[in-house]
């Protein structure tokens, strides 16, 4: 069995281990509904990526959810042309 020959200092022994932690995911916002999304993956509220629908997320839901979910997704394209509008 390996044996290790010196003995590793604090310093060292803490810069190992200062790069062990969780990272921060990043995240863009969805330009369909304005949710939070991981980069170059579907977004898994509204079903949209690169502006066309790929999962049809309204089939799974009951009709109340699904007019909530289709108000929300309805307000965020509404409110984004008037922000690129004011730039
Ligand atoms: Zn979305």
Redesign the pocket.
Known sequence: MAVPKQRHNSSRKNRRRGNIFIKTPVLVK?P????P?LPHTL?G????YKGTELVNVMAKLEKKEQKKRQKE?GEAKASEPKKEEKK
């Open positions: 969805c369909k509904c304005g949710k999304v977004c509220y509204c079903g949209y997704i």
